[in-house]
């Protein structure tokens, strides 16, 4: 039997169709724009003190994030409650702003708020979900891409990894929603 034909080359690329795989713990806490709010809004629940870390954690675990949280009462300054606040340097820290008064919106600070609604809960299993690799395809012409957080290691065989100069280039193309 003769083997199939083989098909003309061509310069598009093959599309990659995008696996996705819900959260596997669901959470009720979210990130305001960077910059927007002086407090979380009426729909939303502030993040209390002892929630803060985790909640930053929670949200912005991709980040570059410190182990503390930075405990604050300044008015007329930051925002009140809990936030992230980004240094001109590009480091970040976790804040909580105890003022109840004087809450500003300030460009360097993005809110952490939660929702009233509690998150859909999943039936309990016996076996864990297999995590399988999600690729996010970029929203501009570019090859690069994200793979889902804590899936895997290194990049997969059938891509390149990205090389140091070309880093802050690929961020930028896939994260742009990160407010990096």
Known sequence: QAPPPTKAPTNAPTPVVPTITPPTSPSNYYLLEKGVASECPSAADAVIEEECLAAAYSVGGQLNLPDWLN???????????????????GSMLVDYNT??????????????????????????????????????????????????????????????????????????SVGGQLNL
């Open 99 to 172: 003022a109840t008064t004087g809450c500003v919106a300030e460009p360097r600070a993005q809110m952490i708020c939660k929702s009233q609604a509690p998150p859909p809960t999943k039936a309990p299993t016996n076996a864990p979900t297999p995590v399988v690799p999600t690729i996010t395809p970029p929203t501009s012409p570019s090859n690069y891409y994200l793979l889902e957080k804590g899936v895997a290691s290194e990049c997969p065989s059938a891509a390149d990894a990205v090389i140091e100069e070309e880093c802050l280039a690929a961020a930028y």
């Open 71 to 89: 405990v604050i009462d300044f008015q007329n300054f930051v925002p009140c409650g809990c936030f992230l606040w980004f240094n001109d340097d």
